[in-house]
């Protein structure tokens, strides 16, 4: 029954947020409802009995990802745009007013309603379990064992992403302006000190 | 003797290469080097020819030459020459010679133009010399290279046009041709899958092929695919307006190679390729051959007779006379076949006589107006100024027009001859083909050669020696070979006999 | 099970060397990044890396077939040869790079620090064995991808590239999971075995599967970029610097083939009731793929988006052998790619030097080049008529291995759009070479960066695609024993 | 009982908005968070049928690499667009179109 | 006599021989050219006489030598394919190859005269030299193919040599007229050739005649006409074509742009003779085909359209030309209504008196240095010589009695009237009638010619002053003497009347008669097995098979075993119609010979009466029956340059531009419909090398790839939905 008024109400705050996210005109707010869809999701990792994930869900990306966002919409500005051009083709993906949302809704009704039609027949193939709703087994010390054993590689290889996603993003978000030759050795000092990290 | 081959198509790719060695100042030089390479060639085509044994229908047992190439496709570098191919041979070997010596004059990156024409000349023996499929392709497709650049860099004012309008038109058709090869590669297991020689001999009729959902006849058509690559080098009538294109653009030494030789290089291909392997499909078509052929012939001598530049008149005749050829085929007789060959070869020596004579021309004048645009006379008058470069011009020209006595007749009649009995009605319509070659031919004369000269061309000197000199040989062989063919004839006969009665059996 | 993952590590050599060039490349960077003659020593430790990675390559192509690491990847020799021939295009990128002015002299390390991590993600994604290392694969082309395109500094361009790649990336990465998600849990597991088999044991057409393949397609399709997936190569392509280019071109996209070779090959190389329906998808997106590709390059202005256009036309000829993959297909890949990556090297060396003169990939610019520099203009020829499929170079032979494959499967409607197709390419090819060759220069004046060793560099290019076009049977045998690890 | 249609549906509705806001905004940040939601879909997918029907951890596994690389992806996608913003002084979607198809000639 | 490479090539060979060596010499010794030319035909001249001698000496219709040589042979296994070429010498072609070497002979004599001092004189000669051996290779043809061989030679000589004064625009357009309207008979013939050939399989003229007679040709049929009649008809036409017959006589008079001497032996003896030759060749074919009807009409219409043509001309060549017209249609008349003889008869008569006509005109064209009739008169003070051998032949042509005009033409009338009259059918009376007004017309424009050249007061007295007396030469007046006497009727005829006999051969009177008999079909048995000898340096004739000559009284020769009775008949009948033709011809030779005395030289009547009198035919005769206009105007300028230019505007315009290059005439129309790509037009419309295809494509690539990342990524989703479908359904 918890479980169920857990779905539920993760559920509810799910779509709530996302909802609010596609017709909020503030990106701030935006970025907070976001922050309602993650801890949605983390919360029905949790009726699902992912209690790892769900952890890692609000660690990384209310943790870090939100934040990172929104920093970035407080470095730019943070409001939203109207189409520029508003004329034949051009206004078709103007979004951001109505047009846009009408394109939008339009193409994300027909993509789910292709997929939803399509999946339908999901269920030829899948055998749904019985689930014993209140036997949870903590998913950790298996997952640590997978990460080691079957998923040895993966792992090991996400880390040359992340180093790779780290140095470039520092390679990137360097200033553009031409400077002094002394601005730029200290920029290569800060970006050695972010490898470390 | 068993190398010959492999020494005529090589010796070009050495003479590249002594010219390549050659410092690009010492202009001379490479064109001597050319013109040895080019001798020495023409020399090996002859002692082949003097090595033939005319009493063989097929391959040359002597010449052949087959070496493992890629061995996993069974791919061969092998080369063989027949009684079809040995006539293209000789052609090709005196028809570079003569260009060399004819494009004496030209002197834009004179190195690069050498070396394109000696590639030109092997890879246009190796068309003729193959007898597998990869390698003939490799060479049919080698071939645009040299021209595209010929054309495209000495050529005329629309030069750039023609050598591409040239380069699409041919690689369309060869690309449809190498699925038709493909396709007949998978035909046949074993070392002889890429054979040209192996395919022979109608094995692919009641196979069939799926195209686009649709079921085919093997048969029929990679028959046509084959005929849409040869079909557009010849050219038949709608494939062929690239020619005029590039013929006009082209400097004349290439012109007289297109003409002279690459354009047989298309029937030949019917003859190599097209028929003896599809002998059912070639049968059932050969109506609309015929009919295509006299399409040619007339629309090619219509068209002929409405320009007002030389050149171009010259190459709207060509698809007059390939026209002449593809009707000989399509006989399917002894005499249609031999004649056809034979028009082949004579339409090599005449109409490179044409294109060098309307070189030498525009070496003086620098234009090639029959009729200036404004309606001005472009010449008028040659006939009296320039009489040896009239005699000579007179000769190609009657040659062209199919005056008995000089070679064009003979190939003319024997192709009449041998398509009557088949195709009368287009017989009838073709010998006005005749009639209208000899209209263009004569007005174009009279308007460039009769009459009083000009200030202008009183300016140009007759032809000197050396322009003597590369027509002479034309000149004799076409009067040699107009009363009497049989050296020609003799070498074609066992191996086109074999060809007509392959092509009985299916009819 | 440890010491069998450890045993694992002994086929996993050439990755490892690669992962620890990339290291070493970091570190020599951030030693020596800021001096402008000590950069030599990034650029040796680069190639070095390479080399070995190369030479460990070589020794892995006798392995047997198998999977490694709990069959997360395998190690088989048609993998190890497509990671040859990555690693051979990282390599001449290289040189590329060194040459460019497109990538400011502070940021040439990080160019080969990014590169030789695409290229690992590369190598995982061409042998990879379950969904979640070619996510893995994928991830770690496309984010370091991203900071490629944007190293062309202080180009608003370059910046706009990375960001519609960036957002192009993550929406068909994120189809491309929603896929796999539905896959995992139709066949229950992330290996490909259990997919396989379980696609194996479907009793009837299943769209739902299909499609979820169709999803998990289009992630790979976007690598790739075969249409209709492929709208944002040509402007990434045009925004990157040239050698990032050149280097998208190879390395990304020779991964790419390898993974849907695999899949295609593994999942339905025997004949299900699955198999005809995935086949002729895949059959419509090469001929659409080669069509648009060579079609939209007709009319193109800037070299880049050109050469953009055609290695999508390319990629659609080569989607054809996939079909054959079994039937000669898999020889015509490798071969097709091997020569692939050599024209395009050729082709994008010489951009570069034009780039360099210039400031500007525009075709007017190539004017003349076969005069004022007869040995760059000659190779790019070669590299041209070789990429239109002339013989007798490379290009020819490796169009005649797919065309030769496609038609001895019957796939002959399919040969007969590949062969318009060739003729298209050839169009603008032929309006490249002409305005190269016939037109006159506009200046006289010579590359300065031209030295001896890039004529080195691009003749020793050259003489693969001629040699290979003449001489290609030792090459084509190899590369008809590879085999393939199957499930 | 919650159904696996519940999480499927759920999942769908992520996927769904997330693409209309990557379809409707103009903001590029507001696109980069639209990626989010469909990553985020997949994920929650990958646990649901971990849960419900395959009976083994891959799913979670899965869900863990999506969100980890997710960051690294959100990291690399802000720094591009805050490296946009210094050149251009906007971070408009539509002012990110001067790459695109000319008509040579 | 052995007939043997030796003995019979040299007839051809010298003057081919003689044009070879003169190619060479023409550089540097041109002096030397006329002699070689001379040489080469007088001693061909004597070969042919030796074989004339040869078979008047045999005086047997059944003697003919047949001798072939292997030129082409393509045999292969069981396809045999042999073109043999060989020589054909019966009665005929040893008279002929007589007249053709004599008259040859004569004609270059005078040429060394007359071109003297020329422009290009020596290749005057080389040309000259080739046609004559090309002339005697036809007559000496065996075949089919090597008659229209150098049947075509032959026309390319005679264009070179109409061209000969290619300053002039005329000479051009003439020498083009000429050789292209023979040209459209000569397609004819060779696709007459092309017919036998796919019967026969052969086209030697034995092989011809023993098919005919094997009955080869029944119950063919080509596009529903009979075979026979079909290839008789094609092969008709090249004589239509050479030997100047309505509706081709056009080129005819423009030939006399040439040089006077070519004139005389291409234009008036021996080229367009062949024309008629190769249809007495042919004669049997034409009867098979039951053609003689169309021809005797075209002979005909001919002969009378020329004739009237004739009265009304200037130039003195011009008389000339039409004159030989219409002679030439009365051999074809003869041919028509069976005068198989006379036809051949008036051939050589022609032959002789025309060329003396035409060497004569040259005369005096050279000496006054004018060939307008109304700036001449009076000139036989002048030119003495050339007056008397002009008379000669004047009066031969007109058929005047003692001459041989009137043996020859006069036996084709009577056998035109005997034939009308016997069947009396009406078709056979209007080609008898034209025939006769022909005959009336005929002396009275020859006279008025020599009346207004050498008669009465002269007309410019500057030219005449200027022009030397006329002094005996041997290469300028001799040469037409010798003609001249040739043109008395008794050479041929053996009498004035065509009764008598040459003293030096008394048994072989009527040795033309005799000799020339029309192959009809009974005729032809014997050559229903040819077997032919090999043409080489050795006779291998049985020489006792040569049939001995038999002389039947009235019928002329036949061979043994042949049934006579019925052309004993048939003689009879004929010389009835004869007499009765040959009193009506020669009355009407007389009225006309009065009628211009009376305009001419006494002036009872002025010529300018019938001018205003019949204002619209003079107007319809100066425009030559507007056929110049018709065929020139309407039919080339008109029609066929008009459809080249069409074709060729398509070609390069149309289907090049729009079906190859670009389609961008479609392309055009569909930017025109689309309001919405009207940008794009100015843009990328009107230029060559794309297609519609790639335009409207880039159309699209670039309203999608239009930059913008979302639409992008609607594109994608679409993409997905429509592959899902096409994946789904």
């Known amino acids: 029954m918890f479980i169920n008024i857990l779905f539920f109400s993760a559920s509810a705050l799910v779509i709530a947020s996302c909802a609010l996210m596609m017709w909020t005109k503030n990106l701030m707010h935006s970025c907070v409802y976001l922050l309602g869809v993650l801890i949605g999701v983390a919360g029905l990792y949790l009726t699902l009995g992912a209690d790892f994930v769900a952890a890692t869900q609000i660690m990384v990306y209310v943790g870090g990802v939100v934040i990172l966002m929104l920093f970035a919409v407080m470095l730019t500005g943070g409001k939203d745009f109207q189409s520029k051009t508003q004329q034949l083709l051009n206004l078709l993906p103007s979004m951001g007013n109505k047009y846009t949302f009408m394109w939008g809704g339009g193409v994300g009704l027909v993509f789910a309603g292709c997929l939803t039609y399509f999946f339908m027949h999901l269920f030829k193939v899948i055998k749904v379990q019985e689930i014993d709703n209140n036997s949870y087994s903590p998913t950790i010390e298996k997952l640590g064992e997978l990460l080691v054993t079957d998923h040895l590689v993966a792992f090991e290889l996400s880390s040359v992403l992340l180093l790779g996603a780290l140095v470039g993003a520092a390679i990137i978000a360097r200033p553009r302006k031409e400077r002094p030759a002394y601005i730029d050795d200290i920029e290569h000092d800060h970006h050695h000190d972010e490898e470390h990290h | ?507 | 099970m440890t010491t069998n993952l450890l045993a694992n590590l002994s086929f996993y050599i050439p990755e490892m060397i690669v992962i620890v060039t990339m290291m070493s490349l970091l570190f020599m960077e951030t030693a020596y990044a800021n001096n402008e003659r000590r950069r030599t020593f990034v650029y040796v430790t680069g190639v070095i890396g390479m080399l070995l990675c190369l030479f460990s390559l070589f020794k892995n192509l006798g392995v047997e077939a198998q999977g490694i690491f709990a069959n997360a990847v395998v190690v088989d020799s048609f993998s190890t040869m497509m990671k040859i021939t990555m690693v051979i295009g990282t390599l001449g990128t290289f040189y590329i790079s060194h040459k460019s002015i497109d990538i400011y002299d502070e940021l040439k390390s990080e160019y080969l620090i990014m590169a030789v991590g695409v290229l690992i993600g590369g190598m995982l994604l061409a042998s990879s064995n379950n969904m979640l290392t070619l996510y893995l694969g994928v991830e770690t082309l496309s984010i370091l991808s991203y900071v490629m395109t944007s190293l062309k500094r202080r180009d608003n361009l370059s910046s706009e590239a990375a960001i519609k790649y960036a957002l192009y990336g993550g929406v068909t990465a994120g189809i491309m999971l929603f896929g796999m998600s539905h896959l995992y849990g139709m066949f229950g597991s992330i290996q490909f075995g259990p997919i396989i088999e379980g696609i194996k044991g479907l009793e009837s057409f299943n769209v739902a599967a299909v499609i979820s393949l169709l999803l998990f397609f289009v992630g790979i399709g976007y690598k790739i970029a075969c249409f209709p997936f492929h709208m944002w190569s040509p402007d990434v392509y045009q925004g990157s610097p040239v050698p990032v280019t050149a280097f998208f071109s190879i390395v990304p996209k020779i991964a790419g083939i390898a993974v849907v070779a695999r899949v295609t090959y593994s999942f339905f190389g025997t004949e299900t009731v699955n198999t005809h329906i995935w086949n002729s998808l895949i059959a419509l997106i090469a001929a659409l793929t080669m069509t648009v590709g060579n079609l939209s390059a007709l009319n193109q202005k800037s070299v880049k988006r050109m050469l953009a256009f055609s290695s999508i036309g390319h990629v659609g000829l080569i989607l054809m052998g996939v079909l054959t993959f079994g039937n000669n297909g898999m020889s015509a890949i490798l071969f097709y790619t091997l020569i692939y990556t050599f024209m395009t090297l050729v082709a994008f060396f010489v951009t570069t030097m034009v780039v360099n003169r210039t400031g500007s990939d525009d075709a007017v610019y190539f004017r003349g080049l076969m005069k004022t520099h007869p040995i760059l203009g000659m190779s790019f020829l070669i590299a041209l008529f070789s990429l239109a499929g002339l013989p007798p170079f490379g290009g020819f032979v490796a169009k005649f291995n797919i065309i030769s494959s496609a038609v001895g499967n019957g796939l002959y409607t399919l040969s007969i759009v590949a062969a318009i197709n060739s003729v298209i390419s050839l169009v603008y090819y032929l309006k490249l070479a002409r305005s190269m060759v016939f037109d006159t220069a506009d200046s006289e004046e010579t590359i300065e960066s031209y030295s001896l060793a890039s004529r080195v560099y691009v003749i020793g290019m050259v003489i693969p695609i001629i040699f290979l076009g003449l001489f290609w049977n030792n090459i084509y045998h190899l590369y008809s024993s590879a085999k393939l690890y199957l499930n | ?105 | 006599m052995n007939y043997t490479i030796s003995t019979i090539a040299p007839i051809f060979l010298l003057p081919f021989f003689a044009f070879v060596i003169n190619c060479v010499l023409i550089k540097k010794v041109p002096k030397f050219v006329p002699w070689v030319s001379v040489a080469g035909i007088v001693g061909s001249f004597f070969f042919a006489a030796a074989i004339f001698i040869d078979f008047f000496t045999v005086y047997n219709t059944d003697y003919y030598i047949h001798k072939v040589f292997n030129w082409i042979d393509l045999s292969h296994g069981d396809n045999i394919f042999k073109i043999d070429l060989g020589i054909f010498i019966d009665n005929m072609t040893a008279v002929m190859l007589l007249m053709v070497t004599g008259v040859a002979s004569l004609i270059h004599i005078f040429s060394t005269w007359y071109m003297k001092g020329d422009v290009r004189w020596e290749r005057f000669f080389v040309y000259l030299s080739l046609f004559t051996s090309a002339m005697l290779g036809l007559v000496l043809s065996d075949n089919l193919l090597s008659i229209f061989m150098f049947w075509e030679i032959m026309g390319f000589c005679s264009y070179s040599l109409i061209g000969f004064y290619f300053e002039k625009e005329e000479a051009g357009n003439a020498s083009i007229k000429a050789f292209m309207t023979t040209r459209v008979g000569d397609v004819f013939f060779l696709l007459g050739i092309l017919a036998i050939w796919a019967v026969v399989g052969s086209v030697d003229i034995p092989s011809i005649y023993a098919a005919i007679s094997n009955g080869a040709f029944e119950g063919k049929t080509v596009f529903g006409i009979a075979l026979a009649s079909f290839a008789g008809f094609c092969i008709f036409c090249g004589t239509i074509g050479k030997s100047a017959q309505f509706p081709l006589q056009v080129w005819l008079p423009d030939a006399m742009m040439g040089p006077t001497p070519c004139s005389a032996l291409i234009h008036a003896a021996t080229m367009v003779a062949a024309g008629v030759y190769l249809s007495l060749r042919m004669y049997p074919l034409m009867y098979v085909g039951e053609l003689n009807t169309l021809i005797a009409y075209i002979g005909g219409i001919t002969a009378f359209g020329a004739a009237t043509i004739a009265l009304i001309q200037k130039d003195l060549k011009a008389v000339l030309a039409y004159s030989t017209i219409s002679q030439l249609g009365y051999m074809v008349l003869g041919i028509g209504v069976g005068a198989y003889n006379a036809a051949f008869m008036h051939l050589v008569t022609h032959a002789i008196f025309k060329a003396c006509l035409f060497l004569s005109a040259g005369s005096v064209i050279h000496s006054y240095h004018d060939k307008y009739m109304p700036e001449m008169g009076g000139l036989k003070n002048k030119l003495p010589y050339t007056c008397i051998a002009m008379w000669c032949c004047t009066l031969a042509i007109a058929g005047v009695p003692v001459f041989s005009g009137f043996v020859s033409k006069d036996r084709i009338l009577g056998d035109a009237l005997y034939l009308f009259l016997q069947t009396g059918e009406g078709v056979y009376a209007i080609p008898t009638i034209l025939g006769f007004v022909g005959a009336f017309l005929t002396p009275f424009y020859m006279f008025r010619m020599m009346f207004l050249t050498f008669h009465g007061k002269n007309r410019n007295k500057d030219k005449y002053d200027h022009c030397h007396k006329e002094h005996l030469t041997w290469n300028q007046n001799v040469p037409l003497l010798i003609l001249s006497v040739f043109t008395l009727g008794f050479f041929f005829s053996g009498s004035l009347t065509g009764q008598g006999i040459i003293s030096f051969a008394k048994e072989k009177k009527e040795w033309f008669k005799v000799l020339i008999e029309p192959p009809v079909q009974q005729r032809l048995e014997k050559f229903s097995n040819v077997t032919s000898q090999p043409f080489s340096f050795e006779d291998t004739r049985d020489m006792s098979v040569i049939p001995k000559s038999q002389y039947l009284k009235q019928s002329g020769f036949a061979g043994p075993g042949y049934d006579t009775s019925a052309e004993e008949e048939y003689y009879d009948e004929v010389h009835h119609a004869h007499v009765l033709g040959a009193v009506a011809s020669v009355i009407i030779v007389a009225l006309s010979v009065l009628l211009a005395f009376a305009m001419y030289i006494f002036g009872f009547i002025s010529p300018s009466f019938f001018y205003d009198k019949l204002s619209f035919w003079v107007k319809a005769l100066k425009n030559k029956y507007y056929m110049d206009w018709l065929y020139i105007d309407v039919l080339i300028k008109k029609g066929l340059l008009k459809l080249n230019n069409l074709l060729s505007w398509f070609d390069s315009g149309i289907y090049d531009r729009y079906a190859i290059d670009g389609w961008a005439f479609i392309n055009r129309q569909v930017f025109k419909a689309s309001h919405w790509f009207d940008r794009v037009i100015v843009d990328s419309v009107a230029v060559d090398g794309t297609a519609v295809g790639t335009e409207i494509f880039s159309l699209v690539t670039k309203s999608i790839q239009s930059g913008y990342i979302q639409k992008y990524i609607i594109v994608l989703i679409g993409a997905i939905v429509a592959l899902s479908m096409f994946l789904g359904f």
């Open chain 4, 1 to 105: 009982m919650v159904s696996l249609q519940a999480y499927l549906i759920v999942s769908l509705i992520l996927l769904i908005t997330g693409l209309v806001i990557m379809i409707s905004r103009k903001n590029i940040v507001a696109i980069l968070l639209g990626i989010e939601l469909i990553l985020n879909s997949a994920a929650l997918n990958f646990v649901a049928y971990s849960k419900y029907t395959t009976n083994n951890l891959d799913g979670h596994i899965f869900s863990l690499f999506i969100i980890v690389i997710a960051a690294a992806e959100a990291a690399v996608g802000l720094a591009i667009v805050i490296r946009f913003f210094q050149i251009k002084e906007t971070i408009h979607i539509d002012e990110v179109s001067e790459l695109r198809e000319e008509i040579a000639r």
């Open chain 2, 1 to 507: 003797m068993s190398g010959l081959l492999n020494w005529i198509l090589w010796t070009p790719v050495v003479g590249i290469l002594a010219i390549l060695c050659i410092p690009s100042k010492n202009k001379n030089a490479i064109r001597y080097a050319a013109l040895a390479t080019t001798a020495v060639t023409f020399v090996f085509t002859l002692l082949l020819y003097i090595n033939f044994d005319t009493s063989v229908a097929g391959m040359q047992p002597d010449f052949l030459v087959k070496v493992p190439w890629i061995g996993d496709f069974n791919i061969f570098y092998s080369l063989g020459v027949d009684g079809i191919s040995m006539p293209m041979t000789i052609l090709t070997g005196l028809l570079f010679f003569l260009c060399i010596l004819s494009s004496w004059t030209v002197d834009k990156s004179v190195k690069a133009y050498f070396a394109l024409l000696l590639m030109l000349e092997s890879t246009v023996f190796g068309v003729f010399f193959a007898l597998d499929f990869f390698l003939f392709y490799v060479y049919w497709e080698v071939m645009l290279l040299p021209m595209f650049f010929l054309i495209g860099i000495w050529g005329g004012e629309n030069r750039e046009y023609a050598a591409v309008k040239f380069f699409l038109y041919t690689f369309f058709g060869s690309i449809i041709m190498l699925i038709g090869i493909i396709a007949l590669y998978y035909s046949v297991d074993g070392v002889d899958a890429f054979n040209i020689l192996a395919h022979q001999g109608g094995k692919y009729i009641g196979k069939t092929v799926s195209i686009f959902g649709t079921e085919w006849a093997f048969n029929k058509i990679f028959f046509w695919a084959m005929f849409l690559g040869f079909a557009i080098k010849v050219p038949v009538f709608p494939f062929h307006t690239w020619l005029p294109h590039a013929h006009v653009q082209a400097p004349t030494a290439v012109s007289v190679i297109l003409a002279g030789v690459l354009l047989k290089m298309g029937t030949y291909g019917f003859l190599r390729i097209a028929f003896p392997i599809f002998p059912q499909a070639a049968v059932d078509y050969s109506t609309i051959i015929a009919v295509l052929g006299v399409i040619s012939v007339l629309y090619g001598a219509f068209c002929a007779m409405a320009q007002n530049d030389v050149k171009k008149l010259v190459a709207y005749s060509s698809v007059s006379h390939m026209g002449f050829v593809m009707m000989g085929m399509a006989a399917m007789t002894t005499q249609g076949m031999n004649g056809a060959v034979l028009q082949m070869f004579n339409h090599g020596t005449s109409t490179a006589m044409m294109f060098l004579m309307i070189g030498v021309i525009y070496e003086r004048s620098h234009h090639r107006w029959i009729v200036r645009p404004d309606g001005t006379k472009g010449y008028g008058g040659l006939a009296k100024h320039m009489p040896t470069y009239t005699v000579i011009f007179i000769i190609g020209m009657f040659a062209s027009l199919g005056l008995p006595g000089l070679s064009g007749f003979i190939s003319e009649a024997l192709i009449f001859l041998g398509i009557y009995e088949r195709f009368t009605t287009i017989t009838v319509i073709a010998v006005m083909g005749l009639l209208i070659g000899a209209a263009y031919l004569l007005w174009m004369y009279k308007r460039m050669f009769f009459g009083e000269p000009s200030e202008e061309v009183l300016s140009y000197s007759d032809m000197n020696i050396r322009e003597i000199a590369y027509m002479l040989p034309l000149c004799a062989a076409v009067i040699i070979f107009g009363i009497y063919p049989s050296p020609i004839l003799d070498i074609m006969r066992a191996s086109v006999g074999k060809l007509v009665e392959l092509m009985a059996q299916f009819q």
